[in-house]
């Protein structure tokens, strides 16, 4: 594999249904201190509130959505088109969350009808999810979970647009858990979602697509994680709210 340098760095920060003035202005003064990091940053604001953080954001973060529906307008009540989330201001777009592949029971064919629908019909980038539940690693399912779900995915990602995704890989039992995966868990499957996208199309593309880690990363475990070779940066929630999210931002770094 290509050394993780050949690929840019990356930190999403999710910030889930997270958001108040005083949160707004924390996170902002978090991001005014990562100018100098090397690292394509993004943060996702629940909907409602992308206008106000577009708006007050240092200019070199991009703004994600952290969810949407595959079409541009129509009777679809409580959701939002894509082109919607470009109008307020939206490079990127979170699809496949575990969050809402298990409370909002959405399925590896409804994210296929989604992400096909944002790489072909606009120009939003796609952070797609994945991610074992620990019944399925305890009974040593993580690489045929993982691997269904990236191959959902890859249905509808033609070769020449996986620079406009980035694979997050977050085992449901380190989300919110305070358990971070070892580096070397991580690694493990992230070496195997390479090679595994590698058969499914070709080395080239393998080397230069990204693969985020998350589950409880924080500024105390961002380090050790970020040196593992196939691992490209993070997808952040709660330390995504806090100052460390500076130093997650800048782990390669420092
Ligand atoms: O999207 C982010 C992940 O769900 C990780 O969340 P967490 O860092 O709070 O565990």
Redesign the pocket.
């Known amino acids: 594999m290509a050394g993780a340098n050949a690929r840019r760095f990356f930190v999403?920060g999710?910030w889930?249904m997270n958001y108040s003035q005083a949160v707004l202005e924390k996170v902002n003064d978090a991001l005014g201190k990562t100018k100098d990091a090397e690292a394509d940053i993004v943060c996702a604001p629940p909907a409602l509130f992308i206008k106000d953080f577009v708006s007050s954001k240092p200019s070199h973060v991009q703004v994600a959505a952290q969810n949407c529906y595959h079409a541009k307008e129509g009777a679809f009540t409580g959701e939002i088109s894509p082109e919607m989330l470009k109008e307020a201001g939206c490079t990127w777009v979170?699809l496949g969350?575990?969050?809402r592949r298990t409370l909002f029971n959405e399925d590896d064919e409804f994210l296929k009808k989604k992400i096909d629908y944002v790489l072909n019909k606009t120009d939003i980038n796609v952070i797609a999810?994945i991610g074992e539940t620990l019944q399925e690693r305890e009974s040593g399912k993580t690489n045929e979970v993982v691997e269904r779900q990236v191959k959902a995915y890859q249905e509808k990602i033609a070769n020449n647009q996986y620079d406009r995704v980035v694979i997050?890989y977050?085992p449901v039992w380190?989300?919110?858990?305070g358990k971070v995966a070892t580096p070397q868990q991580a690694q493990e499957v992230h070496d195997h979602l390479r090679k595994f996208i590698e058969k499914n199309t070709n080395g080239d593309i393998a080397k230069k697509v990204r693969i985020i880690y998350?589950?409880?990363?924080t500024g105390a475990s961002c380090k050790e994680l970020a040196q593992q070779a196939d691992i490209d940066g993070f997808?952040?929630?709660?330390?995504?709210l806090k100052p460390e999210f500076e130093q997650i931002c800048k782990a390669r770094q420092n």
């Not at 380190?174 to 858990?177: L, P, S």
């Not at 998350?214 to 990363?217: E, I, K």
């Not at 997808?235 to 995504?240: E, F, I, P, R, T």
């Open positions: 999403g999710n889930k979170i969350h575990s969050e999810c997050a977050e380190a989300i919110g858990t998350g589950g409880s990363v997808l952040v929630g709660g330390a995504s």
